[in-house]
């Protein structure tokens, strides 16, 4: 095998952001671009020469390209052992597990998770380490730091390899290139973790499931595990096979891009649940007859239910969510007696703490919710917890909400994104209101007085590392809260995220509570004025 040094210039743009890399199609088809990012990477981890990598993606355009060219690059820096899944097809949570059960030195997941596939779309590459977590900040600073500079990569000459069939091949120098079932591993984790003896009679009694892959990476892991091995009829997956350009749509499984599925569920119900995944298969949307479960409740929700499935029987050593990420866990966890913790947004901060044994279960605002048994986001393991526990509840999802607002009282929350905006107008309505934050504190709005406000710092409790400046928030004490931060996940203009949250407390109801407290929000933080924005774009 003829390895290469091949010269090269480095791009200045190859900053991570919250979940790796995500650029335009175009940007990371440039001559060298992916491959600088990649040789970043191994320079950064030794532990891959001589070692095992995982690869797979979410199976968008481009993914079949960007495989190859790591597979050159993997063999030339000599890693031993490559594991890469058939078709490119890999889910973000398979991924993680496909690195921690085959016990890799790290693996490369290609996908900008919902962003828009196909030639005029996005792309992405991140790259997570032994255990299957998302890379840490050093390690992302680290590759940032190494592509700024970056004048030469290794590439081995070697011809395509077949993806298309499982299979395995040996080369000349001891090396071996495994084509794995992306699906099968994964499958048999989520046995280990739910019961599927229980949910496949929940089945057989009538009760019906609707699940839609949304053209992306999940089709095949629905497929097998709903309808496969638990006998869920074929037509319960919808939009089952994985499309380059994800069908054209957006597959972010929340209120405006799976809007059809949630007008049924709010019309005539044709299932006890219905569920949406996002392109990389991290994120869940849940839904009841007439109920659209909001991601905060179903993460308090989880932890109020989760220790009756076979996998948490033990209980949850404890819990945690992302600092915009509604409150409604805290009231379950105090209740409960186990441990929250508020880490700043992006799974990877929740690594650290999953592997020390301290969390079973975390979430985030955004559709992402999952436990220890992966490092990441999962979104069909939320679809299969949700089922097993109206198996054995034998309650329907309506029923479950309903009781947990009766014993917990509400978090009304929803988040208000503020996209396409020029980036420095979003920056100045940040730093104004940051330049407010210290003179918030006692003053009131609409009746609600600031009890505190600040911008989110977070320490590590396990290896003391710092994250600064991770969104300003303002708090109403345990009555309401606004947050404010811009996006790290987007590849064009910037976009700024208005989180807005209200807690009513057992017994009453409060259908207007964010109409509400919108004036307040904006009196705060002067978005819309500064801005000139009328609305949000979106609202979830
Ligand atoms: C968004 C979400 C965040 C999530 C991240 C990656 O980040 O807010 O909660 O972890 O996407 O999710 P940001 O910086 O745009 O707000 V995924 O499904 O793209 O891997
Ligand atoms: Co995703």
């Not at 309505?429 to 609600?448: A, C, M, N, T, Y």
């Amino acid at each position: 095998m003829h390895i290469h040094q091949q010269p090269t210039t480095p791009f200045d743009d190859q900053k991570p952001g919250t979940a790796g890399l995500r650029k335009k199609v175009a940007a990371i088809a440039q001559p060298h671009y992916l491959e600088n990012f990649v040789e970043a990477v191994f320079r950064n981890v030794p532990e891959l020469t001589g070692g095992r990598l995982v690869i797979g993606g979410d199976g968008r355009y481009h993914n079949d390209v960007a495989i190859q060219t790591i597979v050159a690059m993997a063999l030339a820096h000599g890693v031993q052992h490559i594991l890469i899944a058939r078709q490119g097809w890999l889910s973000t949570p398979a991924a993680s597990h496909l690195i921690r059960a085959r016990g890799a030195d790290g693996g490369f997941v290609l996908t900008a998770s919902h962003n828009p596939a196909g030639p005029e779309g996005d792309f992405g590459i991140k790259f997570n380490i032994r255990g299957g977590g998302q890379a840490p900040s050093s390690l992302t600073d680290a590759i940032y730091e190494t592509s700024r500079t970056l004048d030469s990569y290794r590439i081995a000459d070697i011809a395509p390899v077949a993806i298309d069939e499982v299979g395995a091949r040996e080369l000349e120098d001891g090396a071996r290139i495994d084509v794995v079932d992306g699906v099968a591993d994964y499958a048999a984790l989520m046995q280990q973790l739910f019961d599927f003896d229980a949910i496949r009679d929940w089945l057989s009694q009538g009760h019906r499931i609707i699940f839609d892959a949304m053209h992306a990476v999940t089709g095949p892991y629905a497929r097998r595990i709903l309808v496969e091995q638990l006998g869920a009829p074929e037509a319960a997956v919808r939009n089952a096979e994985p499309l380059t350009d994800f069908g054209g749509g957006h597959p972010d499984p929340n209120l405006i891009y799976a809007a059809d599925l949630v007008d049924e569920m709010m019309g005539d119900a044709p299932a006890d649940l219905a569920a949406a995944s996002d392109g990389d298969g991290d994120r869940n949307m849940i839904l009841g007859p007439g109920l659209f479960l909001s991601p905060g409740d179903s993460l308090a929700m989880l932890a109020a239910h989760l220790d009756r499935l076979p996998g948490y029987q033990d209980g949850l050593a404890g819990v945690a969510r992302s600092m915009p990420t509604s409150r409604a866990l805290d009231t379950v966890a105090a209740a409960r007696g186990i441990d929250c913790y508020e880490t700043p947004t992006g799974w990877k901060y929740f690594c650290n703490l999953l592997d020390a044994g301290r969390l079973t279960l975390c979430g985030e605002e955004s559709f992402g919710t999952s436990s220890s048994h992966v490092r990441e986001k999962d979104g069909l393991w939320a679809v299969l917890a949700w089922m097993n526990i109206l198996a054995v509840t034998d309650q329907t999802l309506p029923e479950l909400a309903r009781a947990h607002w009766a014993r917990y009282g509400r978090h009304y929350y929803q988040r208000h994104d503020y996209e396409d905006l020029d980036a420095e107008i979003a920056e100045r309505v940040i730093s104004e209101l940051r330049g407010r934050l210290e003179s918030l504190p006692g003053q009131s709005f609409e009746g609600l007085e600031v009890t505190a406000a600040d911008d989110f710092a977070y320490t590590d409790p396990i290896d003391g590392s710092r994250a600064e400046a991770q969104g300003l928030r303002v708090v109403f004490g345990d009555e309401a809260r606004v947050v404010l931060r811009l996006s790290g996940t987007g590849t064009g203009a910037a976009t700024l995220r208005l989180y807005l949250e209200r807690f009513v407390p057992p017994g009453s109801e409060m259908p207007d509570a964010l109409e509400q407290l919108l004036p307040v929000a904006e009196a705060v933080t002067r978005l819309r004025a500064i801005s000139g924005r009328k609305r949000p774009d979106v609202v979830t």
